[in-house]
């Protein structure tokens, strides 16, 4: 049987399932030197040169890295061959990634802050010092006002998981990750539709591609943007919805500049068109979609007509790409996507998507969407140190998941709700904010509103590499080590268990996050929960139960794991066990138990949509600083359709005023035929107010001085294109 | 064909999406200082007017050309086409800094450091191809767009996928054809901006080519003439001397 999630995602959430070690591992040591440990490994000769395998951390996609080492110093990344998220390439971020941890502005000794805060004025500090004032004011925050006065935020590392062993050890329910900024709408529908986080995709005998705004040419996967370009060359039809010509579009067979916030028409249209011609895998759809006899009716006002007045694209084109969908079979995909925090009713088009794959029976076929890991490989019985149970958290949480939003899952939560509650006070007031490699002060809506309520909080700590927005309003910073610097724990791809280790000597004195963690928890007397003597004992308990041996791992990067294959059965996790199109768990907290339209806000006749998105040279708001990236970055800039430009007299290149409902940015205008006229789009990531990163400092300007906050109330997403602003010269 | 093996590139432009990590990797792979760069990515623009788009994006760097001008104009021999691999290279240790054969290059694919005082270009990651590696850019190329290999051997990659073209171009006109080994498919890169200009043989490297060589040529042989001269009289005298 092939049981399809929730399991371990191949993207994140790493999971340690599996029996725990009942001892510590015997014949635990300390670490040694990065150096000392390659040679042991033979990665690297007397003279210090040689070649490292370990994992990238330049985005989330986790490629493999062979790291080519001399005296001392990383000279070269390369993609592993053996990774597949690599398949021996890394993108521009993996390639620039020796610059981010060779940067001048790295934060290489614990900071404690000696002028007003966001002052950024800074003293250098012991981390015996650094160390002992947050777990002193961690401690006072616990005994004052309770643990859940004390937020933990943090998001994608693979130490993720001993933060979130700290967070619950402490007791607190609050937990900030910034997936309701990203990705909560696809999430939460394909866990409501299938019972799975994130479905795989599968290109080898891909036919069509729908991409619904997922710009996968310049947000960056690196194997999924080679198996994409693959694809295509080899002559899959790719159709994209997106108001803006990316770079993605410019490889579309089709390019749809669709009107924002109406793909979820446009996609209920396709699905009209393919249930009422009778054009789905029946037989597929008949054995494992939920009200598969009412999904006609469901969608009847759906036709083709109905989706051109609310998409602008016109009915024919819909009609005629539903038909060339639903003939490709099988070997047609309509992509979940990722980031698709854009509207409130970014959830239902999401479940359109899911919709659509269920329709073309592409589950678990090399053509399709829904290829699921086995369970044999998500429960690979990993090890991990031995603990006591935590403590019963009874206090609601801040971000209202799930007593106001009650189909939120817990780890995904709403962040921009947290911001807002530390302002608000309610339900009760916070007064402590943990930061770990987050930057909320850049990332969530409003970033005035963000700052002010960092102005609230009696403490907050930051971890980090550098000094990036958050850290530059923090009371303590707390260096951690670069991705070359350190290990974190193994990372499952594909039946692999891969290493992230240091390939070099940490600089200064940074340190590995599982050791800041566990130096934490023990100061706040927690220290139970965090029963290994170092990272590589760590690792070691995680190996026990597998019988491996941690220096095999290092060597080969990896750990293969032998998996058994399904029988073919499928069963999916969610309560009727099917693809739940029709959802009895959405129905009964009070929502549209089918995808349904919800008709978003739009624009006056004087306004625009503000779109964001990604830039192929940048992850998130974190890569900025990098001199390698920062060299072939484009200048960000403010699109702008022509028409609209000239009509109000702006000229490319011009300075340009964007104002939003909650402020207002000075931008250097691109006029350009490759965006719709009722659209802006702002390079993302920019605006950065840290003095203490010199390159990044002074360049572009930041979406969050713009974003009004919009929350979803199914799924907890942020709705970032709803804002509309208006622009003129400045 | 002169040499053993003619190495060079193919350039998929419909697969090109601009990514630009062969642009960091040539960086860090060469080690070339900031704000240089070996190899370019041409972004051609926008063509049509929405929604009819297009856009190409056109990677380059030297072409390793059959006939290469920057050789030509080479005053120290540093320049050189190397006879197993028919890659376009300089001797950095030779190379005087002249910048003659940045001025020669049709392509504009060399650039002068001044802080070495040396030309710098692509030199298609020579070292790792002994090695039996691609060229940096091209192992980590994402959309499969550079393709590099030996043109004299029809089993290579790239001989391949020129056999197996429909379309393919070199970047060359009437006026200036060096014979580029850079062949490009799938793409609209006979434009503007992305063909060849004619060498630049500047007034410096006229009086160069014209006064100056002979002119130091003769300086340095006169010298030579005058210094033996002078050794062997010194010689003769010296031996005199000695014997008196």
């Known amino acids: ?730 | 064909m002169a040499q053993k093996n003619r190495y060079g590139f193919v350039i998929d432009v419909a697969r090109c999406i601009d990514c630009r990590a062969c642009l960091v990797a040539c960086r860090v792979e060469n080690e070339v200082s900031l704000p240089h760069t070996r190899i370019w990515v041409k972004d051609q623009g926008l063509r049509g007017t929405f929604p009819d788009l297009a856009r190409e994006f056109v990677p380059y760097n030297c072409m390793h050309c059959e006939h290469p001008p920057c050789i030509e104009v080479c005053t120290s021999g540093a320049t050189f086409k190397d006879p197993d691999n028919g890659l376009v290279l300089v001797d950095q240790e030779a190379c005087i800094g002249c910048g003659l054969c940045v001025e020669a290059c049709p392509y504009d694919a060399r650039y002068l450091d001044p802080t070495r005082g040396v030309v710098d270009k692509c030199t298609g990651c020579v070292h790792r191809v002994e090695r039996g590696e691609e060229p940096a850019c091209v192992a980590t190329c994402l959309g499969g767009a550079r393709m590099f290999g030996d043109f004299n051997d029809p089993t290579s990659e790239v001989s391949q996928a020129l056999a197996r073209a429909t379309q393919v171009r070199q970047l060359v006109t009437d006026e200036v054809d060096p014979d580029p080994n850079i062949y490009y498919l799938n793409g609209d890169v006979m434009q503007t901006g992305l063909l060849p200009r004619l060498p630049r043989y500047t007034t410096a490297e006229t009086l160069w080519r014209g006064v100056a060589i002979p002119a130091v040529i003769a300086g340095i042989t006169l010298s030579f003439l005058g210094q033996a001269v002078a050794f062997t009289k010194q010689l003769i005298e010296g031996e005199q001397e000695f014997e008196e």
């Open chain 1, 1 to 730: 049987m092939t049981r399809i999630g929730p399991h371990v995602s191949r993207r994140d959430f790493l999971k340690l399932g599996g029996a725990s070690v009942g001892a510590l591992a015997a014949g635990a040591i300390l670490a040694p030197p990065a150096a000392a440990a390659a040679r042991k490994a033979g990665f690297i000769d007397v003279a210090g040169d040689g070649t490292i395998p370990t994992m990238c951390e330049m985005c989330v996609w986790r490629c493999g890295v062979l790291a080519r080492v001399r005296d001392g110093r990383v000279v070269k990344l390369d993609g592993n061959p053996a990774h597949p998220h690599s398949r021996g390439m890394l993108c521009a971020r993996g390639q620039a990634g020796l610059m981010s941890t060779y940067d001048p502005d790295r934060v290489l000794h614990p900071l404690i802050r000696v002028g007003p805060r966001g002052g950024g004025q800074f003293r250098q500090a012991t981390w015996e010092e650094a160390l002992d004032l947050t777990a002193q004011k961690m401690a006072e925050i616990r005994d004052n006002y309770g643990p859940e006065a004390m937020i933990f935020s943090s998001t994608h590392n693979l130490s993720q998981v001993q933060f979130e062993n700290l967070l619950s050890a402490y007791g607190s329910p609050n937990y900030g990750t910034q997936r309701s900024l990203c990705f909560n709408a696809m999430v939460t529908a394909f866990l409501l539709t299938y019972g799975v986080e994130e479905p795989a995709r599968n290109y080898d005998r891909v036919k069509f591609v729908l991409l619904t705004g997922r710009n996968l040419l310049e947000a960056i996967s690196t194997s999924e943007t080679a198996e994409l370009m693959e694809a295509v060359a080899r002559g899959a039809k790719l159709v994209v919805l997106d108001p803006r010509f990316t770079k993605t579009a410019s490889k579309a067979t089709e390019w749809i500049p669709i009107r924002p916030g109406t793909d979820a028409a446009f996609l209920l249209s396709m699905i009209h068109v393919i249930v009422t011609e009778g054009l789905a895998d029946c037989e597929f759809v008949k054995k494992y979609v939920t009200g598969c006899e009412d999904i006609p009716a469901a969608m009847a006002e759906y036709t083709p007509e109905w989706g051109e007045a609310k998409t602008g694209v016109p009915a024919a084109t819909i009609d005629r790409l539903a038909r060339e969908y639903a003939a490709a079979g099988k070997d047609a995909m309509a992509h979940p996507g990722w980031r698709t925090s854009n509207f409130i009713n970014s959830f239902q088009a999401e479940r359109a998507i899911a919709t659509l794959n269920a329709l073309s029976g592409n589950v678990l076929t090399p053509g399709g969407c829904l290829v699921a890991e086995s369970p044999e490989a998500a429960g690979i019985p990993l090890g991990k140190p031995p603990q006591p149970a935590y403590p019963r958290v009874t206090s609601m949480r801040l971000d209202g998941v799930p007593w106001k939003y009650p189909l939120v899952p817990l780890k995904l939560g709403i962040f921009q709700n947290i911001r807002e509650a530390i302002l608000s006070g309610q339900p009760y007031q916070a007064h402590g904010w943990f930061v770990s490699r987050q930057n909320p002060v850049l990332s969530i809506p409003d970033r005035a509103r963000t700052v002010e309520a960092m102005g609230k909080l009696d403490f907050i700590a930051v971890v980090d590499v550098i000094l990036n927005d958050t850290a530059w309003y923090a009371d303590v910073v707390l260096p951690e080590a670069s991705y070359l610097e350190r290990y974190d724990p193994l990372n499952i791809v594909d039946h692999k268990l891969f290493l992230r280790q240091p390939v070099i000597e940490a600089q200064g004195e940074a340190r590995s996050a599982l050791w800041i963690y566990k130096q934490l928890g023990e100061r706040l007397g927690l220290g139970e929960f965090f029963q290994y003597e170092d990272e590589e004992d760590y690792l070691r308990q995680q190996l026990a139960p597998l019988g491996a041996e941690l220096q095999d791992v290092k060597y080969k990067g990896y750990l293969e794991v032998p998996v058994e294959e399904g029988d073919g059965e499928i069963v999916f996790g969610t309560p009727s066990g099917k693809i739940e199109v029709y959802s009895e768990t959405l129905a009964g907290a009070g929502f549209s138990p089918w995808p349904t339209w919800e008709e978003p806000p739009a624009p006056a006749p004087d306004e625009f949509y503000l779109l964001t998105g990604k830039v192929g040279q940048h992850t998130q708001t974190a890569t900025q600083n990098n001199a390698f990236l920062h060299q072939v970055e484009d200048e960000p800039k403010l699109w702008i359709h022509p028409a609209a430009a000239s009509a109000r007299g702006i000229e490319d290149g011009a300075s340009v005023r964007v104002t939003s409902p909650i402020g207002s940015v000075v931008v250097t205008s691109l006029v350009t035929e490759g965006i719709r006229q009722d659209c802006l789009f702002l390079a993302p990531g920019y605006g950065h107010a840290s003095k203490g990163l010199r390159v990044a400092y002074g360049v572009g300007v930041s979406d969050s001085d713009l974003h009004v906050t919009y929350t979803d109330p199914i799924s907890g997403g942020q709705a970032l294109s709803q804002t509309f602003v208006t622009v003129e010269r400045a």
